[in-house]
């Protein structure tokens, strides 16, 4: 071997050895040759719709803290350990938790016996036990405009108003129901009824209060098309009476995250801890197929295609199945306080949320500039591989899902972009969640761009992100513009200034 040739070939070694981003370590399987075989298993082979269907059937809705959220927690740990997870565990925590029990609505004039039941549902956090009768007044939309009109009224009735918006100027913000409430109980009300603003005899639930305690008054939703009809009858009879009848049940449960490991095989890299999460649980009117079956049977599948395919990974991934979001994000709020116990916490490189997410398109890197050229680069190479592959790189935090536990300890968290149909998000958190909505090819877009992805983040030699302290987290999220956000959901842990 000439002299040249011997210094050509060190050099090569060399840079081999020592660059990071676009060579591999020395024998180790191009990004491009990974996503190959992930884009090949995941199109021939992908369980996550068969799987989730099968979930919806035998199973039902997955209602933290209910017999079918206890059904639901062994299926995702059976399926890892199915899929050769041997390392699956289950982390139970225990929270005091909403439930609902019986609920009626009678309406009708005073002094009469036109009385008419309507079909009703009531929201989360809403009182144990609650009998109340009270005249009907109509606040609309629910806003603070709607409420400044008619405010010195209130006192002692039950507020009719939009879960949505109708007729509103453009532009208009609503407000989340739980907001809503909280004005109604501000001005003196003493129920509160919901009309729905889905069409089709769509009833919804989700929690209406806004600091994750029991709300005073009892808060129920009625359809669009039963508020249409109350509206009618209030334009003949103004003085229509409400009778809400309320049993509910909040009571400590306990409730079971279920977490698969993939140790990392790196010497120094295997340490750091690369988290993707979905959360199993639902609300129980439908089987919440969307919210969040599609999430958390992706991630389900996703560490299936690992497996499948004896990927190796520089960091540990731990894939997650998360209970109690519904009720507040209790299971990563449990996983949290867990890991800050045990110091793992320190580990946490990324966490990766998936919440209803459908047809990855592209990915969310969180509002944390140092990770877009790392997502911009592995977009690229999923696209070259996968031309259908939109590579929408987007950067903004969001919250209200399992990620905000993470992103509150100033760890960096994204999430895939995804879309849903109209149609479909119509259904969130109602009675129409079911698995006719699911879509398999997008289901299976879900698990394949978002595998590649996370191999990519897994692997990388250097994760460009690093945990924020407190001071720097609170900066963050001024910077995201989700300080009010965090203020109204009693998460806001840095005080008034
Ligand atoms: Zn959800």
Redesign the pocket.
């Known amino acids: 071997m000439n002299k040249q040739l011997r210094y050509l070939i060190l050099t090569f070694l060399f840079i081999s050895l020592t660059s990071y981003r676009s060579i591999p370590f020395i024998g180790e399987e191009s990004l491009e040759s990974v996503f190959k075989r992930i884009k090949e298993e995941v199109e021939a082979n992908s369980q996550a719709y068969v799987t989730l269907g099968d979930a919806c059937r035998t199973i039902g809705h997955r209602l933290t803290g209910s017999a079918n959220g206890k059904k639901a927690e062994d299926y995702a740990y059976n399926l890892f350990k199915k899929y050769g997870f041997r390392d699956t565990k289950y982390q139970g925590f225990q929270v005091e938790s909403w439930a609902r029990d019986t609920v009626t609505l009678q309406i009708g004039p005073p002094k009469s016996d036109n009385i008419k039941d309507v079909e009703v549902v009531s929201l989360a956090m809403t009182p144990v036990e609650a009998d109340i009768r009270g005249t009907i007044i109509d606040a609309g939309n629910g806003l603070d405009e709607n409420f400044e009109k008619i405010k010195d009224e209130v006192k002692g009735k039950v507020v009719l108003m939009n879960i949505g918006l109708i007729d509103a100027k453009p532009g208009q913000k609503n407000l989340h129901r739980s907001e809503k409430t909280a004005l109604a109980i501000k001005y003196g009300a003493i129920g509160v009824v919901f009309a729905n603003t889905v069409k089709g005899q769509v009833l919804l639930t989700g929690t209406a209060s806004v600091t994750g305690n029991l709300i005073s008054i009892p808060a129920v939703c009625i359809s669009y098309e039963s508020g249409i009809e109350l509206r009618n009858w209030l334009q003949s009879q103004p003085n229509l009476l409400a009778m809400i009848n309320m049993h509910n049940v909040s009571q400590p449960i306990k409730a079971r995250n279920v977490v698969a490991t993939l140790k990392g095989e790196h010497k120094k890299l295997r340490k750091e801890k690369i988290v993707i999460g979905g959360?199993l649980d639902s609300w129980d009117l439908a089987t919440g197929a969307i919210?969040?079956g599609l999430g958390s049977f992706s991630v389900i599948d996703i560490a299936r295609t690992f497996k499948a395919l004896g990927l190796k990974s520089k960091r540990t991934i731990e894939f997650v199945a998360f209970m109690g979001?519904?009720e507040g994000l209790l299971g990563s709020k449990a996983y949290i306080e867990r890991a800050k116990k045990t110091g793992e916490i320190d580990d946490i490189v990324y966490m990766i949320n998936l919440?209803?997410t459908n047809n990855v398109y592209g990915f969310n890197a969180g509002g944390r500039e140092e990770l877009l050229s790392l997502f911009k680069e592995l977009g690229n190479k999923v696209k070259a591989i996968d031309p259908e592959f939109g590579n929408q790189i987007s950067n903004a935090a969001g919250l209200h899902?399992d990620n905000q536990s993470f992103l509150l300890e100033g760890i960096p968290a994204g999430t895939p972009n995804g879309k849903l149909e109209r149609s479909v998000l119509d259904c969130y958190h109602a009675n129409c969640d079911d698995f006719s909505l699911v879509n398999k090819k997008e289901m299976e877009n879900t698990v394949k761009y978002t595998a590649m992805l996370l191999y990519g983040v897994a692997n990388t030699p250097v994760f460009p992100a690093k945990r924020l302290d407190f001071y720097s987290t609170k900066e963050f999220f001024i910077k995201q513009n989700l300080r009010r956000e965090l203020e109204l959901g009693n998460e806001w842990r840095w005080g008034n200034d």
Request: no cysteine.
């Open positions: 959360h919210d969040n979001e519904e919440d209803m899902s």
